[in-house]
Structures are given as structure tokens and as C-alpha cells.
Nanobody, 115 residues
Framework: QVQLVESGGGLVQAGGSLRLSCAAS????????MGWHRQVPGKQRELVAT???????NYADSVKGRFTISRDNAKNTVYLQMNSLKPEDTAVYYC?????????WGRGTQVTVSS
């Protein structure tokens, strides 16, 4: 069992920045995927940025060049640096970890970008 706790969300003006953190209750060294998804009411949850087990990163086209995913294995934490935020980035951001065939989700953190 792995618990994921997100933090760092909030209200920011368009063009601003936020850094999200996802702290895992166990080591994140060995996993199949770990990263961030987001969801707005009435829409499906979508991938934002993720690490694969091989260490490569994947980003949604809508955030490329603006968001950066990183991790600190010693702290069992994954980060999402979000720059040049836009109103359409407003969503609940969820941390996700895939280990073997089991998917773990955090409870989410709200990000609101005002125009």
C-alpha cells in the first residue's frame, strides 16, 4: 500500500507560477510510472506529466515548455513546477503512482488560475 499526499495548489493569476509536491509513503525508486494528472468537472482526468519506470518523462502537449516534472528519491517526492499558468490550467491536480499492476492516487490539490 502506498499513500500519496499532494500539496502546493492554490489561486494564482495568469502568467504566474506554482510548484506542486507529491509525497509518497514509500520509496519511489522502483515504479512503473509516477506523475501528475488533472481533472475539471464534467471532463475525464488527463495526463499532465509523468515519469516512466525507465526515467523518461512525458508531457501533455498543452503544458510542454511550461511545466516541468522532477523528483527527489531521498524524500520520496515528485514535483510539478508550473510556469506561465493559464486559466485553462485550472483543475484538481492528482498524483498517480503505478507499481506493477496497482495504481495509487492522491486526493488531489486544487489549482485555480484567474485571468
Amino acid at each position: 500500500q502506498v499513500q500519496l499526499v499532494e500539496s502546493g495548489g492554490g489561486l494564482v493569476q495568469a502568467g504566474g507560477s506554482l510548484r506542486l509536491s507529491c509525497a509518497a509513503s514509500r520509496s519511489i525508486i522502483s515504479f512503473n510510472a509516477m506523475g501528475w494528472h488533472r481533472q475539471v468537472p464534467g471532463k475525464q482526468r488527463e495526463l499532465v506529466a509523468t515519469f516512466t519506470g525507465g526515467g523518461t518523462t512525458n508531457y501533455a502537449d498543452s503544458v510542454k515548455g511550461r511545466f516541468t516534472i522532477s523528483r527527489d528519491n531521498a524524500k520520496n517526492t515528485v514535483y510539478l513546477q508550473m510556469n506561465s499558468l493559464k486559466p485553462e490550467d485550472t483543475a484538481v491536480y492528482y498524483c498517480r503512482l503505478l507499481r506493477n499492476t496497482i495504481t495509487y492516487w492522491g486526493r488531489g490539490t486544487q489549482v485555480t488560475v484567474s485571468s
